[in-house]
């Protein structure tokens, strides 16, 4: 955003249905009609609109997801462990569980390369 205080003004005129559109983007995405109209002109054209309660929400549940994750994997190496002190753990069920964990943290760079990519695009673009 530009720095300095706004003291121009522009009116415009809307239809019911465009008016209807950015009362509906204004409750979606949380954010003033007046900043929708100024980010809508202002910004590159290649720019779009986040939807940030959307955004939010996935963000939580794959925060959740991971949560979930871990404590799977911390049961199973407890579990491991248990079958280990008795001697009784396969060889074939350790290299499964490290394929499977190898997987794991690979897709969980990847989820962070995402999540960092998004973070910066959305620093780089706010209304």
Known sequence: ME???RIKKIDARFT??????IQDLEKTLGVRKTDLVRSGILKDAHVTTVNA????????SISAELGRCGNNINQLAKHANILNKRNILSPAIIGHFNLLFEQYLS?????????????????????
């Open 107 to 127: 897709n969980q760079k990847k989820l962070e390369a995402a999540l960092r990519k998004i973070i910066r695009s959305l620093g780089n673009n706010q209304l």
């Open 3 to 5: 720095t300095g205080k």
């Open 53 to 60: 309660k959307a955004l939010v929400g996935f963000l939580d």
């Open 16 to 21: 019911e249905a465009e008016y209807a559109i």
